[in-house]
């Protein structure tokens, strides 16, 4: 069964330190997306790759979020300085073109004391 | 502007009858509707979707109807079970957006025994 990987699982660290998340998109899939959770809301969309290259971050606070694809294998997601209203749990997905379903990862559960 | 809503937070529901999740849109550009199930713990699980061009999906016990005139969709589970219970995401795509999806924030379902 192919899947998302995200690391870490968890995350706990003092506000105003850098958070970095990892995410393996499934082999072959050519677009990656990255979801934040809250409890007071539903999946909000931060920011999205095709084929490396970023479509869309217009979800993502720019002060202090960043997305790359260093290669096709992994896609980072970074947060720096980190902030308590940050604590979410953050979802990596993957998706080939022309594909609509995507598959998640199990996400990254973050939270910033 | 929330563009995709589902106005009940939580449903509960005996073993063996219907369930029935409701979601409306408002952006008319949307052409794909997606249902997303998940678990505690882990990411959402793509489980049915429609094509405007389409009024009715089924795949098993579920079963997801659009109406385009209401910019509604609904998911039934007939019947339910108790491995059903999880938080049923719905989500819509445009074609212009390459994939990109809009979720609602969720609606829990319990199937009781």
């Known amino acids: 069964d192919a899947r998302v990987t995200q690391t870490p699982r968890d995350k706990v660290t003092e506000m105003g330190q850098e958070v970095t998340m990892r995410c393996q998109p499934i082999l072959g899939h050519n677009t990656v997306f990255w979801y934040r959770q809250t409890m007071m809301q539903g999946l909000e969309l931060l920011a999205y790759?095709?084929?490396?290259?970023?479509?869309?971050d217009s979800g993502m606070p720019k002060d202090r979020f960043s997305a790359e694809m260093p290669d096709a294998t992994l896609a980072t997601l970074k947060i720096q300085p980190s902030e308590p209203r940050d604590s979410a749990v953050y979802f990596c997905?993957?998706?080939?073109?022309?594909?609509?379903?995507?598959?998640f990862g199990s996400g990254t559960r973050l939270t910033v004391v | 502007d929330q563009q995709v809503k589902q106005n009940s937070p939580s449903l509960s529901v005996q073993e063996g009858r219907i369930s029935i999740l409701n979601c409306d849109y408002t952006n008319s550009m949307f052409d794909y509707f997606l249902w997303y199930k998940k678990y505690p713990a882990e990411g959402p699980t793509f489980l049915i979707s429609i094509s405007s061009i389409k009024d009715k999906n089924e795949d098993g016990r579920f079963t997801v109807f659009l109406n385009k005139s209401a910019k509604h969709l609904s998911l039934h589970i007939v019947p339910s079970q108790p491995g059903d219970s999880a938080v049923y995401f719905c989500?819509?795509?445009?074609?212009?957006?390459?994939?990109?999806?809009?979720f609602g924030d969720g609606t829990t379902l319990t199937v009781k025994p």
């Open positions: 997905a993957s998706a080939r073109t022309g594909d609509y379903g995507y598959t």
């Open positions: 790759f095709r084929n490396r290259a970023p479509l869309d």
């Open positions: 989500a819509a795509s445009t074609n212009t957006n390459a994939g990109k999806s809009t």
